[in-house]
């Protein structure tokens, strides 16, 4: 089974349009994430939820919206698709804190990336 | 305030021969460090993970790093690099126990020759 899966692994549509992008997580996991790697391959984060709590909030424009229905699910849509989200964006999960002693090793988790092409 | 400077933007070597690429990093507190590979049109897959155990850690696929805190780096390494090592490298600091962000540096795209 796979850690993290997303879906749709790629998505080619118009500007203007709204779409989502699901992501699920079967380590038990109560911390969720997702990233945005660019052309260039840099990786910067969008979000992150605990226990369906949002945490982080980085400067993302408001047509983002994440969803968390329950620990094991972050769902990303986007409203008015821009070309500049062009991208691909990754779901990650890892452990929350206070677990240290647990065998929390802290490592993130990444699915296996979402490829938005806008036209 | 945590981050991550990876030095190199390209790396090139050719097969057979050592791999080094270099991260410094910069944190307010105990950090935990970690190297995570991608090759092309994939995902992101951990390649080795420091927790404030060994300083020496070694990882997947013969890779390993040292945590120097004296010179706040995590330099990645391998013996003999192999066709297969061709991908980007990213360096990751998060702090220690509490991993609610990771912060990632630029990559490092290391590039192999036969």
């Known amino acids: 089974d796979t850690a993290v899966s997303q879906t749709p692994k790629y998505l080619v549509t118009q500007m203007g349009n709204d779409k989502s992008i699901k992501c699920e997580q079967n380590?038990?996991?109560?911390?969720m994430y997702w990233y945005k790697q660019d052309s260039k391959k840099f990786l910067k984060i969008m979000f992150s939820?605990?226990?369906?709590?949002?945490?982080i909030n980085e400067t993302v424009p408001n047509r983002f919206s994440p969803k968390s229905p329950d620990k094991a699910h972050l769902n990303l849509h986007i409203n008015s698709l821009e070309l500049g989200d062009s991208a691909v964006y990754f779901c990650?999960?890892?452990?929350?804190?206070?677990?240290?002693?647990?065998?929390?090793?802290?490592?993130?988790?990444f699915g296996e990336g979402s490829r938005l092409t806008v036209l | 305030a945590q981050s991550v400077t990876q030095l190199d933007s390209h790396v090139s070597v050719s097969e057979g021969t050592p791999v080094l690429l270099r991260c410094n990093y910069s944190?307010?507190?105990?950090?935990?460090l970690f190297w995570y590979v991608q090759h092309p049109n994939k995902g992101l897959q951990l390649l080795l993970k420091?927790?404030?155990?060994?300083?020496l850690v070694k990882g997947i696929n013969g890779f390993e790093a040292e945590f120097k805190k004296s010179e706040t780096s995590f330099h990645l390494t391998k013996p003999s690099a192999h066709m297969s090592d061709a991908a980007e490298y990213f360096c990751?600091?998060?702090?220690?126990?509490?991993?609610?962000?990771?912060?990632f540096g630029s990559g490092t795209k290391l590039n192999v020759k036969p």
């Open positions: 380590l038990g996991h109560d911390t």
């Open positions: 420091y927790t404030s155990a060994a300083t």
């Open positions: 990650g999960a890892a452990k929350s804190p206070g677990l240290a002693g647990t065998g929390n090793t802290g490592e993130l988790f």
């Open positions: 939820y605990n226990n369906k709590e949002l945490i």
């Open positions: 990751v600091v998060s702090r220690l126990y509490n991993f609610n962000k990771f912060y």
């Open positions: 944190s307010s507190y105990s950090p935990s």
